[in-house]
T-cell receptor
Framework: AQSVTQLDSQVPVFEEAPVELRCNYS??????LFWYVQYPNQGLQLLLK??????LVKGINGFEAEFNKSQTSFHLRKPSVHISDTAEYFC????????????FGKGTLLTVNP | DVKVTQSSRYLVKRTGEKVFLECVQDMDHENMFWYRQDPGLGLRLIYFSYDVKMKEKGDIPEGYSVSREKKERFSLILESASTNQTSMYLC?????????????FGSGTRLTVV
């Protein structure tokens, strides 16, 4: 079974600082990778996804992620965060050939302080 | 704007009550999912359905059942609510097959069992 590890449960940063949220997944022949964001008292929204092709994926709100097959990682980055980026971020993986299920990490709470 | 709609944002029920959580999607998605979200545990899959009247158990089905009589609607049923079922419940939907590139989530139902 697939597993996803988000290495940090909480990441506090100051406004305008860069941030990296780390995600590692268990190896598989092929995978699709996703990052979701959850703002307080809301459902999850898709931030970006890697399906194939370029390993650097750009998403909404200035976020990007890099797929690294050799390290089985899909870390999320933003060069300069805003207060409004405060939210919980979830990494998820779908195994190639798997029809239905995403496997989610336990989430990383990003807190941006003024 | 395509949507997954959960009927209630907040719900308070008594121990032993039968509870129905409703989810409706307007995207003609084949797959629908119910997750519960708890602090530090991330998202855990309760049940999912890949077609009308079809269902499969997820990782934590005990104490829950589901119903999918129409493609657009997926109901989660707590047969006899208990306090350990106090949680945030998230519904999601997706296409099947090669177009299954991620989920669309509802806004969540925060259930409190007293």
């Amino acid at each position: 079974a697939q597993s996803v590890t988000q290495l940090d449960s909480q990441v506090p940063v100051f406004e305008e600082a860069p941030v990296e949220l780390r995600c590692n997944y268990s190896s598989s022949v092929s995978v699709y990778l996703f990052w979701y964001v959850q703002y307080p008292n809301q459902g999850l929204q898709l931030l970006l996804k890697y399906l194939s092709g370029s390993t650097l994926v750009k998403g909404i709100n200035g976020f990007e992620a890099e797929f690294n097959k050799s390290q089985t990682s899909f870390h999320l980055r933003k060069p300069s965060v805003h207060i409004s980026d405060t939210a919980e971020y979830f990494c998820a993986v779908k195994r190639g050939g798997s029809n239905y299920k995403l496997t989610f990490g336990k989430g990383t709470l990003l807190t941006v302080n003024p | 704007d395509v949507k997954v709609t959960q009927s209630s944002r907040y719900l308070v029920k008594r121990t032993g009550e039968k509870v129905f959580l409703e989810c409706v999607q307007d995207m003609d998605h084949e797959n629908m999912f119910w997750y519960r979200q708890d602090p530090g545990l991330g998202l855990r899959l309760i049940y999912f359905s890949y077609d009308v009247k079809m269902k499969e158990k997820g990782d934590i089905p005990e104490g829950y059942s589901v119903s999918r009589e129409k493609k657009e609607r997926f109901s989660l049923i707590l047969e006899s609510a208990s306090t350990n079922q106090t949680s945030m419940y998230l519904c999601a939907s997706s296409f099947s097959g090669i177009s299954n590139y991620g989920y669309t989530f509802g806004s969540g139902t925060r259930l409190t069992v007293v």
